[in-house]
C-alpha cells in the first residue's frame, strides 16, 4: 500500500538525515504532510524521496526540519543560478 510505504520511507529518510534522536513515531508525525505534499510523486524510491525533501526543505514544516540536517548555502538551487557570471 502507497501511504504505508510513505510511512515507512519518511521515517527512513528522517533517520538518515536528522541529527536528532527522534523516534520513528516522532519522524513520521513531523514529516508525513510534507512528503505528501511534496514528494509524494517519488513513492516508493527512497532516494528520490530524500533529494526531494532536501530540495523543499526551505517549505518544510518546522517540526520536518528539525528532522533534517539544514542544507549547505551551496546546495540551495537558486545558488548555482547565475555563478558563470552572467
Known amino acids: 500500500m502507497k501511504l504505508t510505504s510513505l510511512v515507512f520511507l519518511v521515517a527512513c529518510v528522517a533517520a538518515?538525515?536528522?541529527g536528532t534522536a527522534a523516534t520513528r513515531d516522532e519522524q513520521t508525525k513531523a514529516c508525513k504532510h510534507d512528503a505528501i505534499k511534496f514528494c509524494a510523486i517519488h513513492i516508493p524510491n527512497r532516494q528520490k524521496i530524500e533529494a526531494c525533501m532536501k530540495a523543499h526543505?526551505?517549505?518544510?514544516?518546522?517540526?520536518c526540519q528539525a528532522m533534517f540536517d539544514a542544507p549547505d548555502e551551496g546546495d540551495s538551487p537558486s545558488s548555482q543560478t547565475g555563478s558563470d557570471g552572467s
Open 16 to 18: 538518515a538525515n536528522g
Open 57 to 63: 526543505y526551505d517549505k518544510l514544516s518546522p517540526q
